[in-house]
């Protein structure tokens, strides 16, 4: 019996109470699967922590995850810790600390939920961004410069390195080759950021050329946001920078209806280092404690570290469940037009698990 190694961040906010729930899945899967086991290990980094400790997690918080299989993260932020120190201080060293250079977003409406947009089908929302998840804009390099003086100057840098932006490129087009995808869209605004940009594109045009059967062009990242609005489509594949790639895809989880529902993945390819999987919803204080938090996000994430551990039965069980949850409607959460809990979605999925539908 394979056993994975699983460490879980609850974090902050309802990130707290939608790990709590969900982790009751895990059992389910062990026992439905039957040549898998998980051993969870929990830690409660973030906000609390460092208002306690000063840090948002210790200082060999890294070594402590990283011989794991992989990391479930529940969501950072909350009331009287800026944002900047929760995102410097917890997210940021386990993305570039373990290189997971990869941040994937599919944006797929499934059935069973409406999208805000007018569309003929839901499968004309089915699209994945592909994230530089490493450098660029948050690089986290900058200065303050003439402070408290009229010519007070924030600087904030944003580093584009060859290596950082060509692997991300050339993983997203493996990803439409793999995936039957056979369009891709770079996001760019080399108009106006005539550096950083100006070399994304070089780059991007280096290496299309190596996957013709892919029809791939470069589209200015406010146009691309349009798109994505009036024709979502067109689009298959996107890849993007930092910044770019994290506004695309909240506007993608808009799309979707919730933002509780999307999920996401920040990879290491190279498996050198633990991957780590997170809904994108945020913490949430306003409706903390409430027990009303959205847990697709985070059942979906878990679909993804299946998938990225290569246990496709599993992920597929999970994922088919989920659907089916969805489509049968008889439990949803406030955000998304219902009355239920957390935990009743979770039971639901449970349940459709154990039935095998």
Not at 61 to 69: E, F, H, M, Q, R
Request: include cysteine; charge should be negative.
């Amino acid at each position: 019996m394979r056993k994975i190694s699983l460490r879980i961040i609850p974090g902050d906010g309802i990130g707290v109470e939608v790990m709590r729930e969900c982790m009751r899945i895990v059992p389910v899967l062990g026992e439905i699967h039957g040549g898998v086991s998980f051993a969870v290990q929990g830690h409660d980094w973030g906000c609390g922590y460092f208002l306690r400790h000063g840090s948002m997690m210790p200082a060999d918080g890294l070594t402590i995850l990283s011989d794991c299989d992989a990391i479930l993260l529940g969501a950072v932020g909350f009331p009287g810790v800026p944002d900047h120190v929760s995102l410097q201080g917890l997210l940021l060293p386990i993305r570039q600390g373990f290189d997971q250079y990869v941040n994937l977003r599919p944006v797929r409406l499934l059935e069973g939920l409406a999208s805000p947009l007018r569309i003929a089908s839901r499968h004309d929302i089915d699209f994945v961004v592909i994230r530089e998840n490493s450098e660029g804009e948050y690089c986290g390099k900058g200065a303050f410069l003439n402070e408290g003086t009229p010519d007070e100057t924030a600087v904030q840098e944003a580093r584009f390195t060859r290596t950082g932006v060509g692997r991300i490129i050339r993983y997203a087009f493996e990803y439409a080759v793999s995936h039957g995808r056979t369009g891709l869209v770079s996001a760019t605004k080399s108009n106006a950021l005539n550096y950083s940009m100006v070399f994304w594109d070089r780059i991007f045009e280096e290496i299309r050329p190596s996957y013709p059967a892919i029809a791939s062009r470069s589209m200015h990242v406010d146009a691309l946001a349009g798109l994505m609005i009036m024709r979502p489509s067109a689009l298959e594949v996107v890849v993007a920078s930092n910044l770019f790639g994290d506004i695309l895809t909240d506007l993608g989880s808009a799309m979707l209806g919730s933002i509780g529902i999307s999920p996401s993945a920040n990879i290491n390819p190279e498996r050198r280092f633990p991957s780590m999987f997170e809904p994108v919803h945020g913490s949430a204080p306003d409706i903390a404690g409430a027990g009303i938090a959205n847990p697709v996000g985070m059942i979906w994430s878990m679909v993804l570290m299946l998938e990225h551990l290569d246990l496709a039965e599993a992920a597929s069980l999970l994922m088919k469940a989920l659907e089916s949850v969805l489509a049968a409607g008889r439990v949803r959460t406030p955000d998304m037009g219902g009355t239920g809990t957390t935990g009743e979605v979770v039971d639901e999925v449970c349940r459709a698990l154990r039935s095998g539908h």
